[in-house]
């Protein structure tokens, strides 16, 4: 809902998309404030590390698609 109301809004976004950001502020801080979503990234990043220092080959990102 945030990125459709920058898209459709443009510079005045800071002022017309305040309802928008604060729901995705909520529910981020809800992730980051999660013990086990925090575990479970920390376990997937270790993983890429020791991959990456055995092999020397960095894995390609995965691509996140846009839900607009």
């Not at 979503?37 to 991959?51: G, I, M, S």
């Amino acid at each position: 809902a945030f990125t459709k109301c920058c898209q459709e809004t443009g510079f005045l976004m800071v002022v017309k998309c305040r309802q928008e950001n604060t729901a995705l502020k909520d529910c981020l801080v809800g992730y980051y404030s999660d013990p086990l979503f925090y575990e479970e990234c920390k376990t997937d990043y270790l993983k890429q590390r020791e991959e990456y220092r055995a092999t020397g080959i960095k894995k390609k990102r995965q691509k996140f698609t846009s839900n607009v």
